[in-house]
């Protein structure tokens, strides 16, 4: 389950929330749309016995505003989906608005260039070690930092359907947490070892991570 399918299960998709360190919490609310003149919560209730059976949903719980709080089972399969389907309804953004240089931490044209760089390298180093593509394992992603990224994915759902989306900041945050991730939780063995199932997931990532900035940007360069 995915915020995306969420969405279409319930009219609109959820907005994750918290820093899905612990859980990857999405909340929605469906509920006060579809109660037409019936109790809110009564609604909500009904609304969360049919989430729970579910496949991917691992909990769903109800707030006192029927606000639904519904707990995804397996983050990763975000990654799975933009791979597999793009990010659909994300805009073109002028790369014009993120300047190339300074080449500094300061500059979000830098960030963003340096993030899709950087999964472009992973992508690469990882044919040179070897590490499979095939069998990827989304449950694997459960790194603090690995969720991170997942987290800033499952925005894009909401995102587009929303007044506000504000694509710039967004690219920049999620750029961000994608450095974080590359530097602290690596996508490819180091010391000589053979690649495992996390290094497979984690170049999933990776490329969901440069299919969304591409879908954002167009053209962006595969090295810095």
Do not use: K
């Amino acid at each position: 389950m995915t915020p995306a399918r969420l969405g279409l299960l319930l009219g609109a998709p959820p907005a994750p929330q918290g820093s899905w360190e612990r859980e990857a919490l999405v909340v929605s609310a469906a509920a006060l749309g579809a109660a037409r003149g019936r109790p809110a919560g009564d609604v909500a209730e009904e609304i969360a016995r049919e989430l729970r059976g579910s496949e991917g949903v691992a909990e769903v719980r109800v707030r006192p505003n029927a606000f639904l709080e519904i707990v995804l089972g397996v983050p990763g399969e975000i990654a799975r989906e933009i791979v597999t389907a793009g990010s659909p309804g994300t805009p073109r953004v002028p790369l014009s608005g993120l300047p190339d240089f300074p080449r500094t931490w300061e500059n979000p044209g830098f960030v963003v260039r340096f993030a899709h760089a950087r999964a472009s390298a992973v992508l690469r180093w990882a044919r040179d070690l070897g590490v499979p593509w095939e069998g990827f394992r989304p449950e694997a992603l459960d790194d603090p930092c690995d969720r991170a990224v997942l987290r800033a994915l499952a925005e894009l759902p909401s995102r587009t359907a929303g007044r506000d989306p504000a694509w710039e900041a967004y690219a920049e945050r999620l750029a961000l947490v994608y450095h974080d991730a590359h530097e602290h939780a690596p996508a490819v063995p180091m010391g000589g070892r053979p690649p495992g199932e996390v290094h497979t997931a984690r170049i999933w990532l990776a490329r969901a991570v440069q299919v969304v900035l591409v879908d954002l940007y167009g053209e962006l360069p595969s090295r810095l």
